[in-house]
């Protein structure tokens, strides 16, 4: 063992002239998953370096050692330290123990989270300058400034960023605020946050999944731009395109082991979704043309307007407006627009979270009801399932465990007949005492039928993986059997293999005749799955048809300016 | 908010029990800081003397540890009425208002509404619907915060406050003066504060008699509430719901539970909780009437139980007889030494202070855990939210 590890130690010693960053025979684990088992990764000096993996495959994990956020359990990080403290390459790796997150941070290595960790009603510029201000007044007392004056000096903190800015050409307005910024500017001022605070080394976590395909361009002209003035940066993905696209260089993860290093140029796509997943994919999701039935759900003029009690007709703000569509059976229906532009009150108000101003909203199962009228109990207990958005914070009660989580969904179910596999409950204490056998019986079907990793039914949903917790999210809510589905990202942060089984189940659900409501910001996946899509933009349905009638071009114009424009500007 | 985070994050049994020990630790050392100031600080007080009387005194008698479970009931219901209310992931700190309101309205009920009426003169109903009157009064005082949470969003916690300062002023109103109310004892013609003797009927037995004249039914009927309030938190459908509000009240309401209802019966159930306190002093502790000042400070002595028991009903038992072991033995050194009462209450201010600091218990397990290499350490809420 140590003969081995010593050999290929000067191995790896020989070849890097370059390396800034190494990660050695890492390894680390939580109660039941081994998270990373041996992991070795060498980030060089001025490169774009994706990690690629699915969800569950030690990303995270990986990233959040390199932040002092974990502590590992074998295996050493060796660091230039040169680099990172002068620029100045000795190119001599020596090993470090980070503590706590601000170690790393004083070291040099910056994180951009998914979630932004900004101020908003903060400008860009103080944001930027958040713990390390420009004061008036400063007293150079040796090493140290005083601050005599400990306003924070405006001028100087704009001055100073638009100067950052202009040196890693990333054009930004220092004085606005960051809650008026469009996410892709307050990306750039996360990064900018971290060039402010000399980062050598840039962690992006899934930067593109909040953006639009115009800004994602942007971005990776940002990354390119930092790569050239000398920054490595770490793109984590498990976007393969955008991957094959930026990096220099793509490591691939697997199930917590490094599977493969390889080279944009030398790998198509296919072959790389393979590697990740370490199985074939099906090459096209295999599909019948159904003709659709009935219609299931009319939605008719509704619409939702905020601050309605308002007499002052300026701030009234139409949050949907004049929304109309209708789901068939065997029908799925893809709604796509840029984020925040009325899906997810479009969703609130579908299943009763929030009550339109005007318009209906018609179920159509057995007999036609208004869904206005009822609640959300009332509405999900009618055979209509709901994939919310953030399964965090809507869809799972992650203290509580997988048993109770799945019963979630049945929780009103004593008081409906509709649904055969649950039966109605008879005396009063069936009605009082929760159904442990049954709750039992749901909880290891979905175990079951969509084989999610956990050590048992009754631990803490906190302690599986993002992608385990959306297969329960998914299992409960189709073991329903619903006429109606509303999935809104139903594989957001779910690996290839899940994402498989979950278009498929989709899919089948549309063969068996429900209609599927489906709203996602992967546009890949409204594509592979949809019959017919809406397209959304500031709360209105600016287009609408069949996929096969529709081209790309005309889709991205309508959903980045909500009609289309001329092409005289290409 | 973080302290109840960091309760609510230790959800198993074990860490509660480790966090129950450990904060006794603390207290058994805070109690030998205690010593070495009072020794060193020359105040004339003999350790020995205090601890003979405080510890080996009330062990070695058998009234005195009886003794300790009469002291236990009222912090187990106040104990209880926080714990249900911190399941719905809501802040009762109006057990004290709760209290007082149940215990005046029993004592009202069977001491000057219904004792002559024939059909009350029978044991069996009269204590039922005594309790039941308690809990019901308890249990609105507990609603109206609840119900402000849920219709407007008032904090509960401002609200529970001013509800206890209400409560006071209305129960001194009470039980004031007979010139304005009709509920002061009547036996003689200058006496306030206290209501008449309740009827007959209504008291309950001593359980030893020949050994405490303290200890009675209620304390059983309390130990049936604390294995009912286990069962109802953690295996009925109700108790579902309350947990699954006090978590994630956004998931809860996308699953279609109707928080704002859980919100206000959770906080009818506390304040419920906290009357019994109330009613079990006034049926069962002779004189049996409602006397003012038999609060002290019961009800806020009820969140530090319910918070070194991590709101775990059953581990509100174990909490609430420490600390009822805490007040026999400082009624012991009342009774048989000189030691001045101000150092009692110091004492128990302090052992308190560390009882009630579960974030030291909290920091020591996970400081073990991090020792043990960390192998064991499930990612934590904030690694969690970074990203997935």
């Known amino acids: 063992m140590l003969v081995s590890i010593a050999s290929e130690n000067e191995q790896i010693d020989s070849q890097h002239d370059d390396v800034i960053l190494q990660i050695k025979n890492i390894s680390k684990s939580f109660p039941g998953v081994l998270a990373l088992n041996d992991v070795s990764i060498d980030i060089k000096k001025g490169e774009i370096l994706a990690i690629l993996g699915e969800n569950g495959a030690g990303k995270s994990t990986l990233m959040k050692i390199l932040s002092g956020l974990y502590q590992y359990d074998k295996g050493k990080i060796l660091i230039d330290k040169h680099w990172f403290q002068n620029d100045v390459s000795n190119n001599n790796l020596s090993e470090i123990q980070f503590n706590e997150p601000l170690d790393a941070i004083k070291l040099g290595i910056g994180q951009v989270y998914q979630h932004f960790q900004l101020v908003g009603p903060f400008s860009v510029g103080e944001n930027i300058t958040l713990g390390k201000e420009f004061t008036k007044n400063k007293v150079k007392l040796g090493p140290i400034n005083i601050p005599l004056n400990p306003l924070i000096d405006e001028k100087e903190t704009n001055l100073q960023i638009e100067e950052l800015s202009k040196k890693f050409g990333l054009p930004i307005d220092p004085s606005i605020l960051v809650e008026d910024l469009p996410i892709g500017l307050k990306q750039r001022t996360e990064i900018l946050k971290q060039l402010y605070r000399e980062a050598e080394l840039l962690i992006l976590d899934e930067p593109t999944a909040v953006l639009t395909p115009t800004e994602v361009d942007e971005l990776f002209k940002t990354m390119r731009s930092l790569k050239e003035s000398g920054k490595s940066i770490i793109f984590i993905s498990h976007k393969l395109k955008e991957s094959l696209e930026i990096a220099d260089r793509i490591i691939v993860l697997r199930k917590g082991e490094v ?116 609640s959300t109990l009332d509405i999900l207990t009618s055979s209509v399932a709901y994939i919310p958005e953030d399964r965090n914070i809507q869809g799972l009660i992650l203290d509580l465990n997988l048993s109770e989580n799945s019963w979630l969904a049945f929780h009103g179910f004593n008081k409906l007949t509709k649904i055969s596999s649950i039966q109605q409950d008879q005396n009063i204490f069936q009605k009082l005492l929760l159904p442990l056998k049954k709750m039992k019986k749901i909880a290891m079907n979905i175990v079951n039928n969509y084989e999610v990793k956990t050590p048992s039914i009754y631990s803490s949903m906190r302690n599986l993986s993002g992608g385990n917790q959306q297969k329960v999210l998914i299992g409960r809510e189709f073991a329903k059997n619903p006429d109606l589905i509303i999935a809104a990202e139903p594989t957001r942060g779910v690996d290839i293999g899940v994402m498989e089984k979950v278009h498929l189940e989709l899919i089948q659900q549309r063969d068996n005749g429900s209609g599927v409501l489906l709203v996602s910001s992967d546009l890949d996946e409204i594509f592979k799955l949809s019959d017919y899509i809406l397209i959304m933009y500031e709360g209105q349905i600016v287009g609408q048809g069949n996929l096969s009638d529709m081209d790309l071009d005309q889709i991205s114009q309508l959903m980045t300016f909500g009609k289309q424009i001329m092409e005289d500007n290409k | 908010m973080s302290i109840r985070k960091d309760i609510i994050k230790k959800t198993s049994m074990l860490d509660a029990i480790y966090m129950v020990l450990l904060s006794i630790i603390f207290s058994v050392i805070s109690i030998l800081i205690f010593i070495l100031i009072i020794t060193l600080g020359g105040f004339g007080i003999d350790i020995f003397e205090l601890f003979e009387s405080a510890v080996i005194n009330v062990l070695n008698n058998p009234k005195s540890i009886l003794s300790i479970f009469y002291w236990a009931t009222p912090l187990m219901l106040t104990g209880l009425a926080v714990a249900v209310a911190f399941q719905a992931g809501l802040f009762n700190i109006g057990g004290q208002g709760q209290m007082l309101i149940g215990g005046v309205a029993a004592a009202i009920w069977a001491a000057a509404l219904v004792p002559d009426i024939s059909l009350f003169q029978n044991r069996i109903i009269m204590i039922s619907t005594t309790i039941i009157i308690g809990f019901l009064a308890g249990g609105l005082w507990g609603f109206i915060p609840g119900y402000l949470k849920a219709k407007t969003g008032a904090h509960e916690v401002i609200v529970t406050i001013m509800m206890n300062l209400i409560a006071i002023s209305f129960v001194t109103y009470l039980v004031g003066s007979q010139s304005y109310s009709p509920f002061v004892d009547s036996t003689s013609v200058d006496a306030y504060g206290q209501t008449d003797t309740i009827s007959e009927y209504a008291r309950v037995n001593l359980l030893i008699p020949n050994v405490s004249n303290t200890l009675n039914w209620t304390t059983i009927f309390t130990f049936i509430i604390v294995i009912l309030i286990q069962i109802i938190l953690f295996y009925t459908r109700y108790g579902f719901k309350i947990r699954a509000v006090g978590f994630n009240p956004t998931a809860s309401k996308t699953a279609g539970i109707n928080s704002d209802r859980i919100i206000m019966s959770s906080m009818f159930l506390s304040g419920g909780l906290a009357g019994l306190a109330g009613v079990f002093y006034v049926i069962g502790t002779a004189p049996y009437r409602y006397v003012s000042g038999f609060e002290g400070t019961l009800g806020f002595d009820g969140i530090a139980v319910a918070l070194i028991a991590q709101n775990s009903p059953i581990a509100i038992a174990f909490a609430a007889i420490f600390f009822g072991f805490l007040t026999e033995g400082k009624n012991s050194l009342d009774r048989t030494t000189d030691i001045p009462p101000d150092i009692l209450f110091a004492l128990q201010a302090f052992v308190i202070i560390f009882i009630a600091a579960p974030a030291i218990s909290k920091w020591v397990i996970d400081r073990l855990k991090t020792l043990k290499k960390g192998n064991e350490d499930a990612p934590t809420l904030e690694e969690e939210n970074v990203n997935e």
């Open chain 1, 259 to 374: 599977v493969g290093e390889t080279f944009p140029g030398s790998i198509s796509e296919k072959e790389l979704a393979e590697m990740l997943v370490g199985r074939r994919l099906l090459s096209t999701l295999e599909r019948e043309n159904i003709p659709i039935g009935k219609p299931i759900l009319s939605v008719s003029n509704l619409n939702l307007l905020l601050n309605e009690e308002e007499d002052n007709e300026d701030l009234h703000k139409n949050i949907l407006k004049d929304v109309n569509f209708k789901i068939h059976q065997n029908q799925i229906v893809g709604v796509i627009g840029v984020q925040g532009n009325g899906q997810s009150e479009l969703l609130d108000c579908l299943v009763g979270m929030k009550k339109p101003t005007s318009g209906e909203i018609k179920l159509s199962i057995e007999e036609e009801v208004n869904l206005i009228n009822f």
